[in-house]
């Protein structure tokens, strides 16, 4: 079964300092995997998204993330952060091999507190 | 318009009563989902439409929830007889008929059942 994992729940960086948010993932094919942002009271934003290719994928607002196959990770990156980075993270995979079926699955979130 | 739109934006329901939300997607896109998000939580995928066809319902939590997209535009999620449980957020999200493409998000309806 495809599944998502964000280990932690929140993430705290002082603003200038690099910040990791991690993801996990298990699909049975290859994996099809994005990052997305989404702030209070508001849809989410994509960020970024690996299908092939260089494993270090550069999306928007300066971050990127980078694609491990044998650690089944995609943990989204950036070298300074902001405080107005301060949002709720998900990480989303799809099955490539999974045919037509569009159904993205989906961690629980991690919340990014960049403080000034 | 440029993005995905939802209305309401704020729906107050009592329980047992019906409700229809509203999503106009991205003009052209092909696929169309729908998501719940309880409070601090991640979206939970409900239906995915490409064009007019409903392909993949597994998500609906009860035959209480129904969605439609009769014209592969435009689509309404319907929650009969609504329960307190059905408090939460729906988005709804659209994407090109191309592969690999991001789906594209709308702001939400906020449900809240009293």
């Known amino acids: 079964a495809q599944s998502v994992a964000q280990p932690e729940d929140q993430v705290n960086v002082a603003e200038g300092n690099p910040l990791t948010v991690k993801c996990t993932y298990s699909?049975?094919?290859?994996?099809?995997l994005f990052w997305y942002v989404q702030y209070p009271n508001r849809g989410l934003q994509f960020l970024l998204k690996y299908i092939t290719g260089d494993n270090l994928v550069k999306g928007s607002y300066g971050f990127e993330a980078e694609f491990n196959k044998s650690q089944t990770s995609f943990h989204l990156k950036k070298p300074s952060a902001l405080v107005s980075d301060s949002a709720l993270y998900f990480c989303a995979v799809r099955d490539l091999d999974a045919g037509n079926n569009r159904k993205l699955i989906w961690g629980l979130g991690t919340s990014l507190a960049v403080n000034p | 318009g440029a993005g995905v739109s939802q209305s309401p934006r704020y729906k107050v329901a009592k329980r047992g009563q019906d409700v229809a939300l509203r999503c106009d997607p991205i003009?052209?896109?092909?696929?169309l989902f729908w998501y719940q998000q309880a409070l601090g939580q991640g979206p939970e995928f409900l239906t995915y439409f490409q064009n007019e066809a409903q392909l993949d319902k597994s998500g609906l939590p009860s035959d209480r929830f129904f969605a439609e997209r009769p014209e592969g535009s435009v689509s309404t999620l319907k929650i009969q007889r609504t329960q307190q449980e059905d408090s939460a957020v729906y988005l709804c999200?659209?994407?090109?008929?191309?592969?690999?493409?991001?789906?594209?998000f709308g702001d939400g309806t906020r449900l809240s059942i009293l």
């Open positions: 699909v049975s094919g290859n994996p099809y």
């Open positions: 003009s052209g896109h092909v696929s």
């Open positions: 999200a659209s994407s090109p008929a191309r592969q690999n493409q991001p789906q594209h």
